[in-house]
C-alpha cells in the first residue's frame, strides 16, 4: 500500500465548516475520496473524484454540503465541508486507486488500493 498523507479536521461547532486535504505518494491516480466511521457505525461513503475527468460522486448524506475537488499538486485532493452536522462527527480516511474502477464501485472500500490513517472531525457545539 502507498500511503496517503492527510490534514485538517478538527472541532467545529454545528453549521461550521472544515477543510480536509489528501496527498498520495508515487504514479498518479485515478480516483482519489473519502470514507468516515463513525463509533459504533458501519463505514460510510463520503465522496470521490476522478482525478482525469474531475467527475465527482457524493454519498446521499452529504450532498450539497460537501464538495470534493482536485488541487494543482499531483495526486492531492481536498474535501471542503460546510453546513456541518453532529452527525457528520467521525474519522475521514483518504483513499486512492490507481487504475481504472467502474462507477457502480466507486463507494465500495475494497475497491481502493491506498488508505490513509485517517483524520478525526468532530462536530460539536
Known amino acids: 500500500q502507498v500511503p496517503l498523507v492527510e490534514s485538517g479536521g478538527g472541532l467545529v461547532q454545528p453549521g461550521g465548516s472544515l477543510r480536509l486535504s489528501c496527498a498520495a505518494s508515487?504514479?498518479?491516480?485515478?480516483?482519489m475520496g473519502w470514507f468516515r466511521q463513525a463509533p459504533g457505525k458501519e463505514r460510510e461513503f463520503v465522496a470521490a473524484?476522478?482525478?482525469?475527468?474531475?467527475?465527482?460522486y457524493y454519498g446521499d448524506s452529504v450532498k450539497g454540503r460537501f464538495t470534493v475537488s482536485r488541487e494543482n499538486a499531483k495526486n492531492t485532493v481536498t474535501l471542503q465541508m460546510n453546513s456541518l452536522k453532529p452527525e457528520d462527527t467521525a474519522v475521514y480516511y483518504c483513499?486512492?486507486?490507481?487504475?481504472?474502477?467502474?462507477?457502480?464501485?466507486?463507494?465500495?472500500?475494497?475497491?481502493?488500493?491506498?488508505y490513509g490513517q485517517g483524520t478525526q472531525v468532530t462536530v460539536s457545539a
Open positions: 473524484m476522478r482525478l482525469s475527468s474531475r467527475t465527482t
Open positions: 483513499v486512492a486507486r490507481g487504475s481504472r474502477i467502474i462507477t457502480s464501485a466507486t463507494s465500495n472500500w475494497e475497491m481502493y488500493t491506498d
Open positions: 508515487g504514479d498518479n491516480k485515478f480516483i
